[in-house]
């Protein structure tokens, strides 16, 4: 089956600039995942959908950071404006269902370099 | 607060001998746990889990982790270590007292096999 899929695979912006990632997850994955992945940690949560709803998304800085995932298959990701610090890997991931023993497939991630 | 600790950034083993890259975390609740590779420009790829039963489980590619509840941790170990084996190893928690079910990585490992 084919994998969770990411897009771009790079982007390199100015600071200020704006960028929006995107994310196919696997058919018939309800659950989708983005991660923020800063060089030297681990991927940290931004928001996670079941469907089209938002389950979590108390570590997304809202003021700069929006996702959706209208029709409850594809999300985008968007940073608007874009600081230094958001640098990171963006990582989208999708699971079959909620369950916490559910693993979760990830994609290849956007690395974003913000200069 | 749920936690993960991984308290070597690197491992060094020679191809052929055991190894084993630890992991400890901090949940209030029963844990379900996981490990994640992760290759260079790749993104992370599932090991296995922890979800109840026997403590030690096996996954992919010859690895296995034993899970001690006494000691909140959960090892990975594999009995002769390969050179392709060398990749970043993540260890993961859900806690079922969390919201939502994304999962909380330690810091990550690097895992060396020399030849």
């Known amino acids: 089956e084919a994998g969770v899929a990411q897009s771009p695979r790079y982007k390199i912006i100015e600071k200020r600039q704006s960028v929006a990632f995107w994310c196919n997850p696997i058919?018939?994955?309800?659950?989708l995942y983005w991660y923020q992945q800063i060089l030297g940690q681990g991927p940290k949560l931004l928001i996670q959908f079941q469907n089209n709803g938002v389950v979590d998304d108390s570590q997304l800085p809202k003021d700069r950071f929006s996702a959706e995932r209208l029709k409850g298959v594809d999300s985008t990701l968007k940073i608007q404006p874009a600081k230094l610090e958001d640098s990171a890997v963006y990582l989208c991931?999708?699971?079959?269902?909620?369950?916490?023993?559910?693993?979760?497939?990830f994609g290849q991630g956007t690395r974003l370099t913000v200069v | 607060a749920q936690s993960v600790a991984q308290p070597e950034d690197q491992v060094n083993v020679a191809e052929g001998n055991p190894l084993t890259v630890k992991c400890t975390y901090s949940v209030s609740g029963n844990p379900y746990l996981f490990w994640y590779v992760q290759y260079p420009n790749r993104g992370l790829q599932f090991l296995l889990k922890y979800i109840t039963g026997d403590n030690l489980v096996k996954g992919s590619y010859g690895f296995e982790a034993e899970f001690n509840k006494s000691q909140t941790s959960f090892h990975l170990k594999k009995p002769s270590a390969l050179v392709s084996d060398s990749a970043l190893y993540f260890c993961a928690v859900r806690d079922p007292n969390q919201a939502g079910t994304a999962l909380i990585f330690g810091k990550g490992t690097t895992l060396s096999v020399s030849s």
């Open positions: 058919s018939g994955h309800a659950t």
């Open positions: 991931a999708s699971s079959l269902g909620s369950q916490l023993r559910t693993e979760a497939f």
